[in-house]
């Protein structure tokens, strides 16, 4: 069983930069890719990227492209979404998920593992 824990949501203003972080249970000895996904009221959970379990490759949804840099700590045990010029239409309940794929896809369905989520509220 992996556990996974987001934090660093909050409410910013539009233009800032936000870095969110998910402490997990992953052993060294699971390979397993991370990905993160966010979900605003009413719409569909949103891929906004995923990265190799060796954190060597990371790829990002359309929405965050330019915008988002995903990495992680193994050592540490931690997962990280750096968030920068952020707009009103990120405001979403940020979450943090493990696949036993390599490296994280875009596809919830293929993720095992979710954290509760944080909420990144952005206003205008």
């Known amino acids: 069983q992996v556990q996974l824990v987001e934090s660093g949501g909050g409410l910013v203003k539009a233009g800032d930069s936000l870095t969110l972080s998910c402490a997990h249970s992953?052993?060294?000895?699971?390979?397993?890719?991370m990905g993160w996904f966010r979900q605003a009221p009413e719409k569909e959970r949103e891929f906004v990227g995923a990265i190799h379990w060796s954190g060597d490759s990371t790829h990002y949804g359309a929405s965050m492209a330019g915008r988002a840099t995903i990495s992680r700590d193994n050592n540490k045990k931690m997962l990280y979404l750096q968030l920068n010029n952020l707009r009103s239409g990120d405001t979403a309940v940020y979450y943090c998920?493990?696949?036993?794929?390599?490296?994280?896809?875009?596809?919830?369905?293929?993720?095992?593992?979710w954290g509760q989520g944080t909420q990144v509220t952005v206003s205008a």
């Open positions: 992953i052993t060294a000895d699971k390979m397993y890719g």
């Open positions: 998920a493990a696949t036993t794929y390599a490296i994280g896809t875009r596809r919830p369905n293929d993720y095992r593992w």
